[in-house]
């Protein structure tokens, strides 16, 4: 199996961020000639340098070029801090170094595929060629050499060569020429310690070397003026690194991490933070199993309460309790109903004599209370527990999770792994007298308690594979351990030096790397390996993307952080092709796939909390609450693309209406209120910016929402929906299912003449370029109100603004292929772009010279506009051959909170139905009581209609009863909002297309509409 990679806009931005900064550097190869160091000694023993005619060994040397003197340093900061607007970041008051830039890229959302990607368009644009990835450990070194094998034929399609890329070792020292020496994209991996520590080998960067012609390879590493790659540098750059750093001659330093130093930022171009990565579902979605000791105090007696069973009967509970046997007292697992009886079932143990009678159970919160009073909750144990007993529960529990995700994933083709991490190899593994292994505390408990829960599995129908996959795996081969491997071949604790909680044991790492894709095979025959144990050190450098469950089974310290205890299973999970199960791919189903539960020793709240703090401190410079001040200086774009910069009366403006409209309550925090208006489509602003709202909208969300960011309690969806085969078989829901399932093909067939005729009208009516020019502000420092205003510079006053006549134009020495940008990013013909820039007026043309970079953005965005409208007005549905089976609605696997997103129903094709907002929950209970309504249904995610926009999924399918309204079959799309002004160009454009979809497909039959509630569906319906 082979991992497949994807090309996704955010690591494209990434590397966009960075290459634009020196746009106007022109595309340049130099070559020198390189020291050719001493050749050998006389017979006197002096070294001579001489070399023979007959020698055909090329010195020529490759090295990337200097910043052309046109990139003055005032031109270079202007360059990132028009580029942190576009990013939403703070633009920069001066260069921090020549040249220093950050780019913070969340765990998990692929940071070595991105500065990998980067390398590629620095020498695509620029012809640079050489660079150097500093490491802070052999741990994240391993990674990163293995990321570059992974992608090299992925990005060798992309552009046409291979990165040569190899690690760094002082006793392979003919690398280094070969970096020099090669004119193609070399890399050098190289952790810090290999010129940082003060042991001899280490000092050999900077040592004459016989072997080396009495050469110093850090001599011949400067000279190809390299661009140097921290990664990690909150671990990488203490004061020492960054002074031998210099040695290393960079022509640049990029920073690429999660969790850079806050006081190590320098000039930020791309933030890609952990909550943006969490909330547009670039990483997994977080859920907590977690495990409370509650019941010291009232009793001793031992009860676990594993989960709390929902459905269609009365609710059941799973408790764990004490059993006596013929021989000893053991653990016995039980599904119990409302009045069992714990003493008659415990084989009569004292334990349980007072009042172990269950008297209610409850799905509401999850909770059993026994007669005589003691309530627990879902995840509670109480009694007596010893360490032993704990690290069985939280083992029972991750195999309960995973078996539950493998159930889910299994038809899917998406193998489930779970990651145990350890602190000593021998609670796994031990040796006997003659050297044999054997299992230890842990692999014991876990094969009694997998074989306990696989022979009481309850088997669904149509889940035959599955059962056949789990039978043909045996326990003692489902299970391995990942640990260092002594000469003898023996698993052996990992070697942690002091004040360090991750090791760089090579062999470790090596054997996790070389079996990642073996791991993601599901063949059981290949690879039957479901459950990993690892030692607790080996938590940094490599992750798994299939890895669901996490269990950490010792006791958190402090130094060991949560993120980076969930670290290791962020990434998004592929399939059995080796395909990301992304956007792209699931669409809103993102995080219905893609949850990573963690089984902790603590209860959901404390880790909760303990993950939340984490992440805050990560997101720290967010701002935390809504201000004014948060909305002055920032940019904001209408819907015609027009971009203006929100002044302090437009800010005052927003604020006053957020109040008004109750979004904001009077600490500045963000209301339910606003969070429903979101969900809905309804959010409306201060008039002045009410064009552009969306911007308004980011702006707001870029405040940090703990309540976003709150990982899921894994116990709390307590409500899987089960589809109803009476109504599935309904005659009226197989004539609406017969009507809506047909797929269809769009044809666009728009004219080229008429497109350019329009970009020309636009680009006359619309383009506007900002000229540069210089401006001089004079301005006062009246009084002093607080350290905070002498930080930010708000105490000084301006007096007066006075911008020179003469505006700067660009140089002729900077070359711009103005059609051949036009041309990449717009995906039309060199001969119509030609055409367009022919046709507009000299005057808007003119403005080129005034600002390249801001002519190309914005001409190509309002090209691209007239495209998209071009293509909607002239899109043709036809009816292909392929339909939908009813497979869409038994595949998924969808769950909620009753109460909160889920609710009972009776005429859905579910037993419950998932609401995504109060205006859903609304029209669905309408729907539900409805005389009219034979049957109804939310469709998943898996129906869909393609558009040149991107996948549109309709909310609702309805049928009426015949004879009650006059459009029978209905498909319904629900908006809070029906001011068309408020619906965005993309999702008009794909209701548009749905619009032409069911005209293609039913002839008129189904009548396909926007409404806003239950009233506007029959004012349709009966019209």
């Known amino acids: 199996m082979k991992l497949r990679f994807k090309h996704q806009k955010f690591q494209a931005d990434a590397a966009k961020a960075v290459v634009d900064v020196f746009a106007g550097q022109p595309y340049l190869t130099p070559s020198y000639m390189m020291d050719k160091g001493y050749q050998g000694k006389t017979m006197e023993g002096q070294e001579y340098s001489q070399m023979s005619t007959m020698d055909e060994e090329d010195f020529t040397g490759w090295s990337n070029h200097k910043i052309v003197p046109e990139l003055n340093d005032r031109l270079i900061l202007e360059h990132i801090q028009k580029i942190q607007r576009e990013n939403q970041i703070e633009p920069s008051s001066k260069l921090e170094g020549r040249y220093n830039l950050t780019i913070e890229m969340e765990t998990g959302v692929g940071k070595t595929y991105t500065y990998i990607k980067t390398m590629y368009e620095l020498n695509h644009a620029y012809g640079w060629s050489k660079f150097i990835v500093v490491v802070p450990s052999i741990a994240i070194r391993e990674g990163v050499y293995k990321s570059f094998q992974v992608t090299q034929e992925h990005f060798a399609e992309e552009y046409g060569k291979k990165i040569r890329f190899f690690i760094y070792n002082s006793a392979r020292l003919t690398e280094i020429d070969r970096f020099a020496s090669d004119n193609s994209i070399n890399v050098m991996i190289i952790n810090s310690q290999a010129f940082n520590a003060r042991g001899k080998d280490a000092r050999r960067i900077y040592m004459k070397l016989d072997e080396f012609r009495s050469r110093r390879p850090i001599d011949i590493i400067a000279k190809t003026n390299p661009i140097v790659i921290i990664d990690e540098p909150q671990s990488v750059e203490g004061k020492k690194t960054k002074e031998n750093l210099k040695q290393f001659n960079p022509l640049m330093t990029l920073r690429y991490s999660a969790t850079h130093k806050r006081d190590s930022i320098y000039n930020m171009v791309y933030q890609l933070d952990a909550m943006e990565a969490y909330n547009k579902r670039l990483v997994k979605k977080i ?46 697992t039980k599904t119990v109903e409302e009045g069992y009886n714990l003493y008659d079932n415990s084989g009569n143990m004292e334990e349980y004599k007072e009042g172990f009678v269950i008297s209610r159970i409850d799905g509401r919160d999850d909770s059993v209370e026994f007669i005589n009073g003691i309530k627990i909750y879902a995840g509670d144990v109480i009694g007596k527990v010893s360490e032993d007993q704990l690290r069985r ?123 990642k894709e073996l791991l993601l095979d599901r063949n059981p025959e290949k690879s039957p390996v479901r459950f990993i144990f690892s030692h607790s050190a080996l938590r940094e450098g490599w992750d ?10 010792k006791q958190s310290s402090s130094e060991v952080r949560k993120r980076q205890e969930v670290g290791r299973g962020l990434r998004l999970c592929v399939n059995q092709d080796g395909e990301r199960m992304d956007t792209n791919v699931l669409g809103n189903d993102v995080h219905s796939v893609n949850i990573l539960t963690v089984i902790a020793s603590e ?24 201000t004014a001040e948060l909305f002055i200086g920032k940019v904001i774009e209408d819907e015609q693309g027009n971009e203006q910069v929100i002044t302090s009366d437009m800010a005052h403006a927003i604020y006053y209406d957020l109040i008004m409209s109750r979004y904001v309550d009077r600490k500045g925090n963000l209301t339910d209120k606003y969070y429903g208006d979101k969900a ?91 000229k540069i020019y210089f401006k001089v502000e004079t301005g006062v420092l009246n009084e002093i109100k607080s350290k905070e205003a002498l930080a930010d510079g708000s105490g000084f006053l301006k007096e007066k603004a006075e911008n020179y006549g003469r505006t700067v134009s660009v140089s002729s020495r900077v070359k711009y292929d103005l059609i ?50 071009a293509i909607i007005e002239h899109i043709t549905y036809n009816v292909t051959d392929d339909r939908y089976g009813t497979e869409v609605f038994t595949d998924p696997t969808i769950k909620g909170r009753l109460g909160v ?93 749905a619009r032409e979809h069911f005209k293609a497909i039913s002839n008129g039959e189904v009548v396909y509409d926007v409404v806003d509630g239950y009233k506007s569906l029959l004012d349709i319906v009966t019209r």
């Open 287 to 332: 859920a907590v199993k977690g495990i409370s000791e509650s019941g010291t105090t009232a009793t001793e007696s031992y009860v676990y309460l594993e989960s709390i069973n929902l459905s269609k009967a009365a609710p059941t509970a799973t408790i764990q309790f004490d059993y006596k046997g013929a021989n000893s007292i053991r653990k016995i």
């Open 393 to 515: 529960i939280q083992i029972r529990e991750t195999i309960l999770s995973h078996i539950q995700r493998e159930r889910e994933l299994f038809y899917k083709g998406i193998k489930v792994l779970s990651l145990f991490f350890i602190d000593e190899v021998a609670k796994y593994k031990q040796y006997d007298d003659a050297g044999q292994p054997i299992n230890g505390i842990y692999a014991d408990i876990f094969e009694e308690e997998y074989n306990d829960i696989i022979n009481n599995l309850q088997i669904k129908i149509g889940e035959d594979d599955y059962l056949r996959y789990l039978s043909s795996i045996p326990v003692h081969k489902t299970h391995a351990g990942y640990f260092s491997i002594d000469k003898k071949g023996k698993m052996i604790n990992s070697k942690v030096l002091r004040k360090k909680t991750t090791t760089d044991d090579v062999d470790a790492y090596d054997l996790i790397m070389k079996n």
């Open 544 to 553: 798994n993307p299939n890895v669901f469950q996490i269990c950490t089974l």
């Open 603 to 626: 209860s959901y709240d404390s880790f909760a909390k303990g993950l939340q703090s984490e992440i805050a401190e990560a997101v720290a410079d967010r701002p935390h609450a809504v």
């Open 680 to 770: 809905n489509g309804e959010i409306k602003v201060a008039e002045e910016v009410a064009d552009s709202v969306n911007s308004v909208i980011q702006i707001i969300d870029s405040v940090y929402n703990s309540r976003s960011m709150c990982p899921e309690n894994a116990r709390s969806n307590n409500i899987e929906l089960h589809l109803d085969e009476n109504k599935l078989a309904m005659p009226e829901f197989k004539a609406l299912w017969s009507k809506i399932n047909s797929k269809t093909a769009y044809v666009v067939d728009f004219d080229t003449e008429e497109l350019i005729c329009k970009a020309i009208d636009s680009l006359d009516r619309k383009l506007r370029v900002s």
């Open 820 to 869: 051949g940008k036009l041309v990449d990013e717009t995906n039309l013909t060199r001969k119509a772009i030609v055409r367009i820039l022919q046709g507009i007026q000299p005057s808007v043309f003119n403005q080129f010279k005034d600002n390249p970079e801001e002519f190309i953005i914005k001409a190509a965005a309002l090209i691209n506009d007239e495209k998209a409208t």
């Open 901 to 993: 997103n889920a609710m009972k129903a009776n005429k859905h094709l579910y037993d419950h139905i998932i609401y995504d907002s109060t205006n859903e929950q609304e029209f669905a209970e309408e729907l539900d009581i409805s005389q009219d309504v034979a049957v109804y249904v939310k469709l998943p995610d898996g129906f869909y209609i393609s558009t040149p926009v991107g996948r549109y999924n309709p909310d609702w399918a309805i049928a009426f009863y015949e004879g009650t309204v006059k459009h029978i079959y209905f498909v319904a799309e629900t908006k809070g909002s029906m001011n068309s002004m408020q619906l965005r160009l993309i999702e008009e454009s794909k209701i548009h297309c």
